[in-house]
């Protein structure tokens, strides 16, 4: 077993929150190896070459929740990490004629919004202080270990100063949040605004990631999980990684190896092994074993309880309420290769414009929107579907060839699981599907399916086998009301510390959640790194 070394923590999965854990772990003087089963580490933040002279991002496309504080920390630029905004912030083509361009800055914004309501740019400025408040309150919070139910005076002591911390802001502030953790994106946004093109503009990021309508309770708190990145300590920039979201995890390895982290790739993770209830190392599907005083896992809790961690480690009880966790994400994701630029009907040209260097979000309304989701609800996939386009070579020429691009689409909704007895594994779903969303973005820009030169289709059932995103989830569980806080990823466990002794869990399916932000690995580390020094303590 590990040639008889014995490891402080094996973490399973080398995604950036496994890495952002051992770089800590291991900085703390924690002998830390990382377990990666594919063979580069990254998970669903990787950059690789999908067609030939074309590379992008896996799963993950862009930049704005990496907290500055692990940047920091972990030294991400020292080690290779450049991160450069948008030039627009995102970009809606309405119809053959109409538009909206958002940038970048307040007055730019208001009079963006001015050509559908001058109404709504009116309240914009109020709006946007609304959530930014919200948003500022909750990024107190990231760092925060929630208090667990039943877990006695320390967990009481912890929810008094989450709670008194929360209750030192405003009345008006504490029912904003209040609205946002249990009201629908519409709900929120119906008192705000009256043009259905901005309403839908604001409600896009109550669905991202979420499978849901954007008038499903709860997808008001994903529009503020959106809300709280900064790129280059600019609060509400979007950004991109030069080199695509693997230079994240690259400077991540490198920060991890420094530290004194080993990093195995092609070590893909059996079962856990537990003896007398306690965690005590790992199998690999070599059959080589691994022996851990800890576990970490930066897998998804449901798939760690439903493939991992055996039967009769935990009762059938929790163990059901694991495996039960809510996951889907109604994501559909597609890395294209162009041999020239979108020409859009609202904004033409094939010569690089602003707007192509934003998010292009096919999308237009609250109704688009909606059915989108009822669409894929019924039939498995949305006749007409919602798609977040980024074209980064715009900004990042090491993409693609001179005068070529590579565009990364974020697609929803798609059902999870197809109905009538389809499969995701069928590769005639995924064609048709893939056909479906060039066709749709070709709506727009006429020239867009002739421009493709090659493409990379990844389904909700390719997600999972290739990063281990069940059902597809980026989120690792969905951000819903009873997978947040003290719930997430269920109660009673969610101070990162599982259901068997010596187990953590350090990916996003833990508080604050999924994107890519290091904090649940950070979180964990402190967990840790706590537990395994005063167990040393006792000898």
Known sequence: MSNGRIFDVAIIGGGHNGLTAAAYLARANLTTIVLEKNSQVGGAALTEEFFPGFRNSLAAYTVSLLNPLIIKELELVRHGLRIVERPMANFWPVDEHRSLLMPYGLQARQEAVAQFSSKDAERLAEFDAVLERAAGA???????????????????FRALKVGGRLGRLPLEDQRVLVDLFTKSAADFLEPWFESDVIKGAFAFDGIVGAYASPYTPGTAYVLLHHCFGEVNGKSGVWGHAVGGMGAITQAMEKSAREAGAIIRTNAGVQELLVDRGRVVGVRLEDGEEITARAVASNVGPKLLFRDLVSEDAVSSQIRQRFVGIKTGSGTFRMNVALSELPDFKCRA?????????????????????????????K???AKEPVIEMLIPSTIDDSLAPSGQH???LFVQHVAPKLPDGRSWEDEKEKAAFAELVIKTVGAHATNFKDSILGMQVLSPWDLEQRIGLVDGDIFHGQLSLDQLFSTRPVLGHADYRMPVSGLYLCGSGAHPGGGVTGVPGRNAARVMVKDLKRRWLRG
């Open 138 to 156: 909750l990024r107190e919070l990231v760092f925060e270990i929630p208090p667990n139910a039943g877990g006695g005076v320390i967990e009481m």
């Open 349 to 377: 040209g094939r010569e690089q414009q602003p707007h192509h260097g934003a998010g292009i979000i096919i999308g237009p309304s609250l109704d688009y929107l909606e059915r989108a989701y009822l669409d894929a609800r």
């Open 379 to 381: 039939f498995g996939w």
């Open 406 to 408: 590579v565009a990364s």
